[in-house]
């Protein structure tokens, strides 16, 4: 009988934690973009940094996929939506993803280049380093050795989209494209995590579970005319 109850109890315990582990698992927001479209930049400048704001970043896993647009040649070689300038830019947003895979330090690089791009001042570009506190020398190292490659991988994750891509910023949340509804990304994470294990930072956002069984029912009425960039163009 003894065994019998400790057999239970350790069942108990080792259900106790998939569930704890279950419900603590975070939300994936995945934007891909490319450096130089206006739109994407406008949404990371004006747009996404709310989740820092609010807290909700702890709840998110934030994945940025700088490649948007851009294809690859017959020759091998690679073509970007808005020139060679903004082939560098991914590359060196992949590099700062990769040698700062902590979320709080790249996202900071690229949300300040990014701002550059919006101010019409991307000269000014190796100044972010300083201001957000980065090593250039190692982005350069990468940029100028597997920056190519780290790219090439953000390409294949592209293509791997399903639906595929029709423009940028595309925002996934859970797998789920948002389309033309990307602006309303913040409502989308919340609604993910369901009834019972809502971040206080929806609840705070006003995203009551009310809110969100709301917004779940009706979203597909919702129109918006977001500008994007086009993969076509």
Known sequence: MASYQRLCIRNFTIFFCLVS??????VTLSLYYEALCPYCAEFIVNHLPKIFQ???????DLQLVPWGNTVIRPDGTILCQHGEAECALNAIHACAINAYPDVMKHFGYIYCTEQLVLENKLEKWADCFEMVGLSRAALDCCFNGYG???ELRYAEETSELYPAHKFVPWVVVDNQPLQENYQNFVTYVCNAY???QVPEACRILNHSVETIS???????????S????????
Do not use: T
């Open 148 to 150: 190519n490659q780290l």
């Open 226 to 233: 977001h500008q994007v960039c086009y993969s076509n163009q």
């Open 194 to 196: 369901g009834s019972n």
């Open 214 to 224: 709301r917004f779940n029912s009706s979203v597909e009425k919702l129109s918006y």
């Open 21 to 26: 582990l279950a419900s603590s698992q975070k």
């Open 54 to 60: 609010n807290g909700l970043i702890s709840a998110i």
